[in-house]
């Protein structure tokens, strides 16, 4: 499945659900608990860290969809100028971008 099918799909679901399709700052913080929820799987080692990270893209991807924002185009843009940044290692091993744009 790509991005933009599962942005599509998890889009349908909310409005065939009745959840909420037009509160982005609600949005946002529901994606936020998502992500934590994902963490506290993550540390506990729960076997249901996967769903729980599938719940943040799902939620993610009804917000860009909310937002008018095709992700999947949005994310090969990104991954694009990732790719032009160059990076080095300061004396104390922290990376700092040295090429590439200011954003």
């Known amino acids: 499945m790509d991005i933009r099918s599962a942005q599509r799909l998890a889009w349908e679901n909310k409005q065939d659900k ?20 994902a963490f506290t799987a993550w540390r506990k080692q729960l076997p249901d860290y996967g769903e729980e990270l599938a719940d943040v893209f799902l939620y993610l991807t009804a917000l860009a ?5 095709d992700l999947e185009t949005e994310v090969e843009r990104k991954i694009a100028k990732n790719r032009e940044r160059v990076y080095t290692r300061d004396a104390r091993g922290v990376l700092h971008r040295v090429e590439g744009d200011g954003s």
Request: charged share 20%; proline share 4%; hydrophobic share 40%.
């Open 18 to 37: 009745g959840f909420n399709t037009t509160d982005v700052p609600l949005e946002f913080g529901l994606l936020t608990a998502e992500v934590g929820e």
């Open 65 to 69: 969809e909310m937002s008018g924002i």
